[in-house]
C-alpha cells in the first residue's frame, strides 16, 4: 500500500542562486510551491512517485523591479508558463546521501535533471505528525529551457549568468 507524503510548506523552502556581473550571486525564492511523494515504505528509495511544481508568480528576488523582468518573456514568461514542474523518476541512495533523477520543465521546456539529495531523517513532531526531511541541491543551465535574454556590459562582463543554483530544503508530512 502506498504511503503518501505531502508538503509542509511552513518549514520548507526553495530557492534558486545566479551570479550577477560575475562579481556577487542574487538569491531568489519561489514563495507558492508543492511536493507530493508515494512510498511503500519510509524508506524513500522506494518512492514511486515524486512530483514538485512551483508558482512563477510567486518569485522573490527581494527587488520588484527584476521580479517583474523574470515574469516576463525575457525569462519565466509567466503568463504563458505559469509553473515549473519536476516530475521524478528515480531516487537512488543509500543513508544520508542520495541522487534525485527527474524530468523539469520550465517555459514548456522539459530535460533531465539530477539533483542531490541529503536525507535528514523521520521524527514524529510533538502533535504526533511523522515528518521527514531533505537538503536539495543541483545546478542547471537556464538557457538549456528557453531563459536566454542576456546582457553585456560595456566592459564586456555578462550581467547574468548561466548557469542557476537550486537549493531547497523540505519538510514532508506522512498522511494518515
Do not use: C
Not at 6 to 28: A, C, N, W
Not at 150 to 159: H, M, N, W
Amino acid at each position: 500500500m502506498a504511503i503518501t507524503w505531502k508538503l509542509d510548506p511552513t518549514h520548507s523552502e526553495i530557492q534558486f542562486k545566479v551570479r550577477h556581473l560575475m562579481i556577487t550571486t542574487v538569491t531568489g525564492y519561489f514563495k507558492k510551491f508543492d511536493v507530493d511523494v508515494e512510498t511503500v515504505s519510509d524508506d524513500f528509495t522506494s518512492a514511486s512517485r515524486v512530483q514538485f511544481t512551483a508558482d512563477v508568480d510567486s518569485i522573490d528576488t527581494n527587488n520588484t523591479q527584476r521580479d517583474t523582468h523574470l515574469k516576463s518573456p525575457d525569462f519565466f514568461n509567466a503568463e504563458e508558463h505559469g509553473q515549473i514542474t519536476f516530475a521524478g523518476r528515480k531516487y537512488e541512495g543509500s543513508g544520508d546521501e542520495a541522487q534525485l533523477h527527474g524530468d523539469l520543465t520550465i517555459r514548456g521546456i522539459t530535460k533531465p535533471v539530477t539533483i542531490n539529495v541529503e536525507f535528514g531523517g523521520i521524527v514524529v513532531d510533538p502533535y504526533g505528525q511523522t515528518k521527514a526531511g531533505f537538503t536539495i541541491s543541483g545546478k542547471i543551465s537556464r538557457k538549456e529551457f528557453g531563459l536566454t535574454w542576456s546582457a553585456v556590459t560595456e566592459a564586456g562582463q555578462v550581467v547574468v549568468s548561466d548557469d542557476i543554483k537550486i537549493l531547497g530544503e523540505i519538510q514532508l508530512v506522512k498522511q494518515g
